[in-house]
């Protein structure tokens, strides 16, 4: 079943353009597969005490906040659920054309794709391989960005949740005008934020559109490239918001020191750039995302970093972050920094260590700087993650990680109100660690 995926055990150095979006020579017409992830979340935090002002405010001492709960539904501290359960089917176009690779996967785990719709289409893409030096893909698909977005979950990412800086900017969050419900009392959103509703899933990275892709190798060396036009809607919808098309561009080079596919021992460095507009209301705003980073690998060690920025469109969550309590507490609304001049960057470093012969250790660091621009609305959230990996054979494997996190409030001077200005500093510091485990299982 891995080698038909084109997959292996653990994290690998590897081609993810050419991996995901094609098939062997030698597969078959139609090949059924899938994984479960089930899996249990913890988060060790205190419900939140010391907030001030009025009783509105006041209403959510003595709750949890939204960080410190677990998504997608955000009503339990602790909770064990099917985070991903998908089934799909690949292969090749026969007995119309080899040349042909066809990709559709199903989603019905509890996770924030399932958000709204207890099953959903996650991926479904025809491959055209044709044309020399350029292989086309068409239908909704990961987009050629960050690594972490590409690493496919359930075979070679290791750890249970994405770094903050991967979720914040490239799972995007699609948003639209906020509509109140007439009587109800709602938190305002602060000077430079808009109140927003969100609607659909998250995008999974994921979106509707065109790539044109391939990858030459000469000697040890090898280069690809990606560029993707795409609908830069939530996949949950068929269609575009406005007449403007996302481009998503990627080039990376390897240098390969042995090895074939997903098991190669190489180094790799990669530049890949994401821009289009998003409609609110009646208008349309820029969103630009892109970074630079590389992976490594050789025995057993393996090394991956990334660094990435956002400009425009950036999602800041709910305010206050906490679930509607109804009164007399003020009704959360969420918020997004909408305008070209917000900004947002950050970075993570990741290294593992595969020790005997089915254990591994992994440990990674990683920062996101959120609305750099905007001194009041500035949170920094940076997180530690230890974690070990269980090999229980070639299709079945156990995570465990522990993630040390904090958030910053990192110019509390520039919040002028002080009664915001302390609540501020204590939801920041109300931010709890976290404890997941998760079975991972291919068939």
Known sequence: MLAVLGLSQ????????????????????????????????????????GLVGPANTTAYNGHYTIPNL?????????TFQFNRARLGVRGVLNPVDKRINYFVLLEAGRNALTREHSVVLSDASM???YIPGARIRVGLFKLPTGEEALVPVHTAYDYVYFSNVTDNLLNERTVRPFTPTPGRSYAAATAGLTSANIAGSISGFRDIGIQVYDWFGKGPWEFSYAGMVSN???INYLGDDNSSKDFTGRLQASYIFGGKGPKRED????????????????SDYDRVREGTGFTYRQKAIHF???????????????????????????????AVALSDSNKADGWYLSGGYQFLKDWEF??????????TNSPANERDFKTWTVGTQYFINKDTRLTLNYEFRKQEVPSPLAITNAVQRANAQTIADNLGDRISLQLTYLF
């Open 10 to 49: 653990g994290a690998q150095a590897a081609n993810w353009l050419e991996l995901q979006g094609n098939e062997p020579a030698n597969a078959p017409t139609f090949k059924l597969w899938g994984f479960l992830q089930p899996t249990y979340t913890y988060n060790k935090a205190d419900k939140i005490s």
């Open 70 to 78: 677990v998504g997608p539904d955000s009503s339990d501290q602790q």
């Open 127 to 129: 491959t055209f391989n």
């Open 232 to 234: 830069g809607n939530n």
């Open 267 to 282: 180094l790799s460095v990669f530049v890949w750039h994401q821009q289009g507009k998003r409609t609110f209301g009646s």
């Open 304 to 334: 991956a970093g990334e660094y990435m920025r956002g400009k425009g469109m950036i999602f800041f969550g709910p305010q206050p972050p906490f679930n509607d309590l109804g009164a007399p507490a003020v009704q959360p609304v969420n």
């Open 362 to 371: 992994d440990l990674r660091y990683d920062t996101l700087n959120r609305l």
